[in-house]
């Protein structure tokens, strides 16, 4: 079966410092791997995936994962937080043959203080 | 640039109550799927249409029912509504075709269901 996990309920942060939140993944094969933000009463915003290629993945507002086979963990990133990155961070994962749904981890509220 | 609109954008029901949810995907998107959020929880898939057929399914009740149409856009019926129904209802779209599942999936803002 296929699963996402998000470690960590809540990260805190200081402005301007680097951010990481982690999000590890169980699947058959190799995975479609997604990370979307979601402001208080607002949808899911994309943030970036991991198809193939390259294990650093680059994506919107300065964040970034990267995308690591042998410890199946796909980590966001951010070098320097900033308070409007204070939001829910969810990790999803798409199999690649014959399913349509993302399985979405149980999201992590990333906290960043001035 | 052009987002998934879905309307209405907060539904308060009673009990035993239908209800329809509308979803506009982005323009020549071809594929809409449909997430359930309940509070503090993470999204849940329900169903998907890929050129206005059933592609996948997922934990959809008996009780609601979808579909895509010839313009692309999706309606959630949900009928006999229960009180654990009150959840926020997420559409997205993507632009699948060629893209063997590699496609990313654009959410729309939400309808927020209340059933009491």
């Known amino acids: 079966a296929q699963s996402v996990a998000q470690p960590e309920d809540q990260v805190n942060v200081a402005e301007g410092n680097p951010l990481t939140v982690k999000c590890t993944y169980s699947v058959s094969g190799n995975p479609y791997l997604f990370w979307y933000v979601q402001y208080p009463n607002r949808g899911l915003q994309f943030l970036l995936k991991y198809i193939t290629g390259d294990n650093l993945v680059k994506g919107s507002y300065g964040f970034e994962a990267e995308f690591n086979k042998s410890q199946t963990s796909f980590h966001l990133k951010k070098p320097s937080a900033l308070v409007s990155d204070s939001a829910l961070y969810f990790c999803?994962?798409?199999?690649?043959?014959?399913?349509?749904?993302?399985?979405f981890g149980t999201g992590t509220r990333l906290q960043v203080f001035p | 640039a052009a987002g998934v609109i879905q309307s209405p954008r907060h539904l308060i029901k009673e009990k035993r109550e239908t209800a329809t949810l509308k979803c506009y995907p982005i323009p020549r998107h071809d594929t809409v799927y449909w997430y359930q959020q309940g509070p503090g929880q993470d999204p849940q898939f329900l169903i998907s249409f890929y050129e206005k057929m059933q592609s996948d399914k997922g934990s959809i009740p008996d009780r609601f029912s979808a579909q895509q149409f010839s313009d692309y856009h999706s309606e959630l019926n949900m009928s006999s509504l229960e009180l654990g129904d009150s959840a926020l209802y997420f559409c997205?779209?993507?632009?699948?075709?060629?893209?063997?599942?590699?496609?990313?999936?654009?959410f729309g803002p939400g309808t927020r269901l209340t059933v009491l």
């Open positions: 997205a779209s993507s632009d699948r075709q060629g893209r063997g599942g590699t496609d990313t999936q654009y």
């Open positions: 999803a994962v798409r199999g690649r043959y014959n399913t349509d749904k993302l399985i």
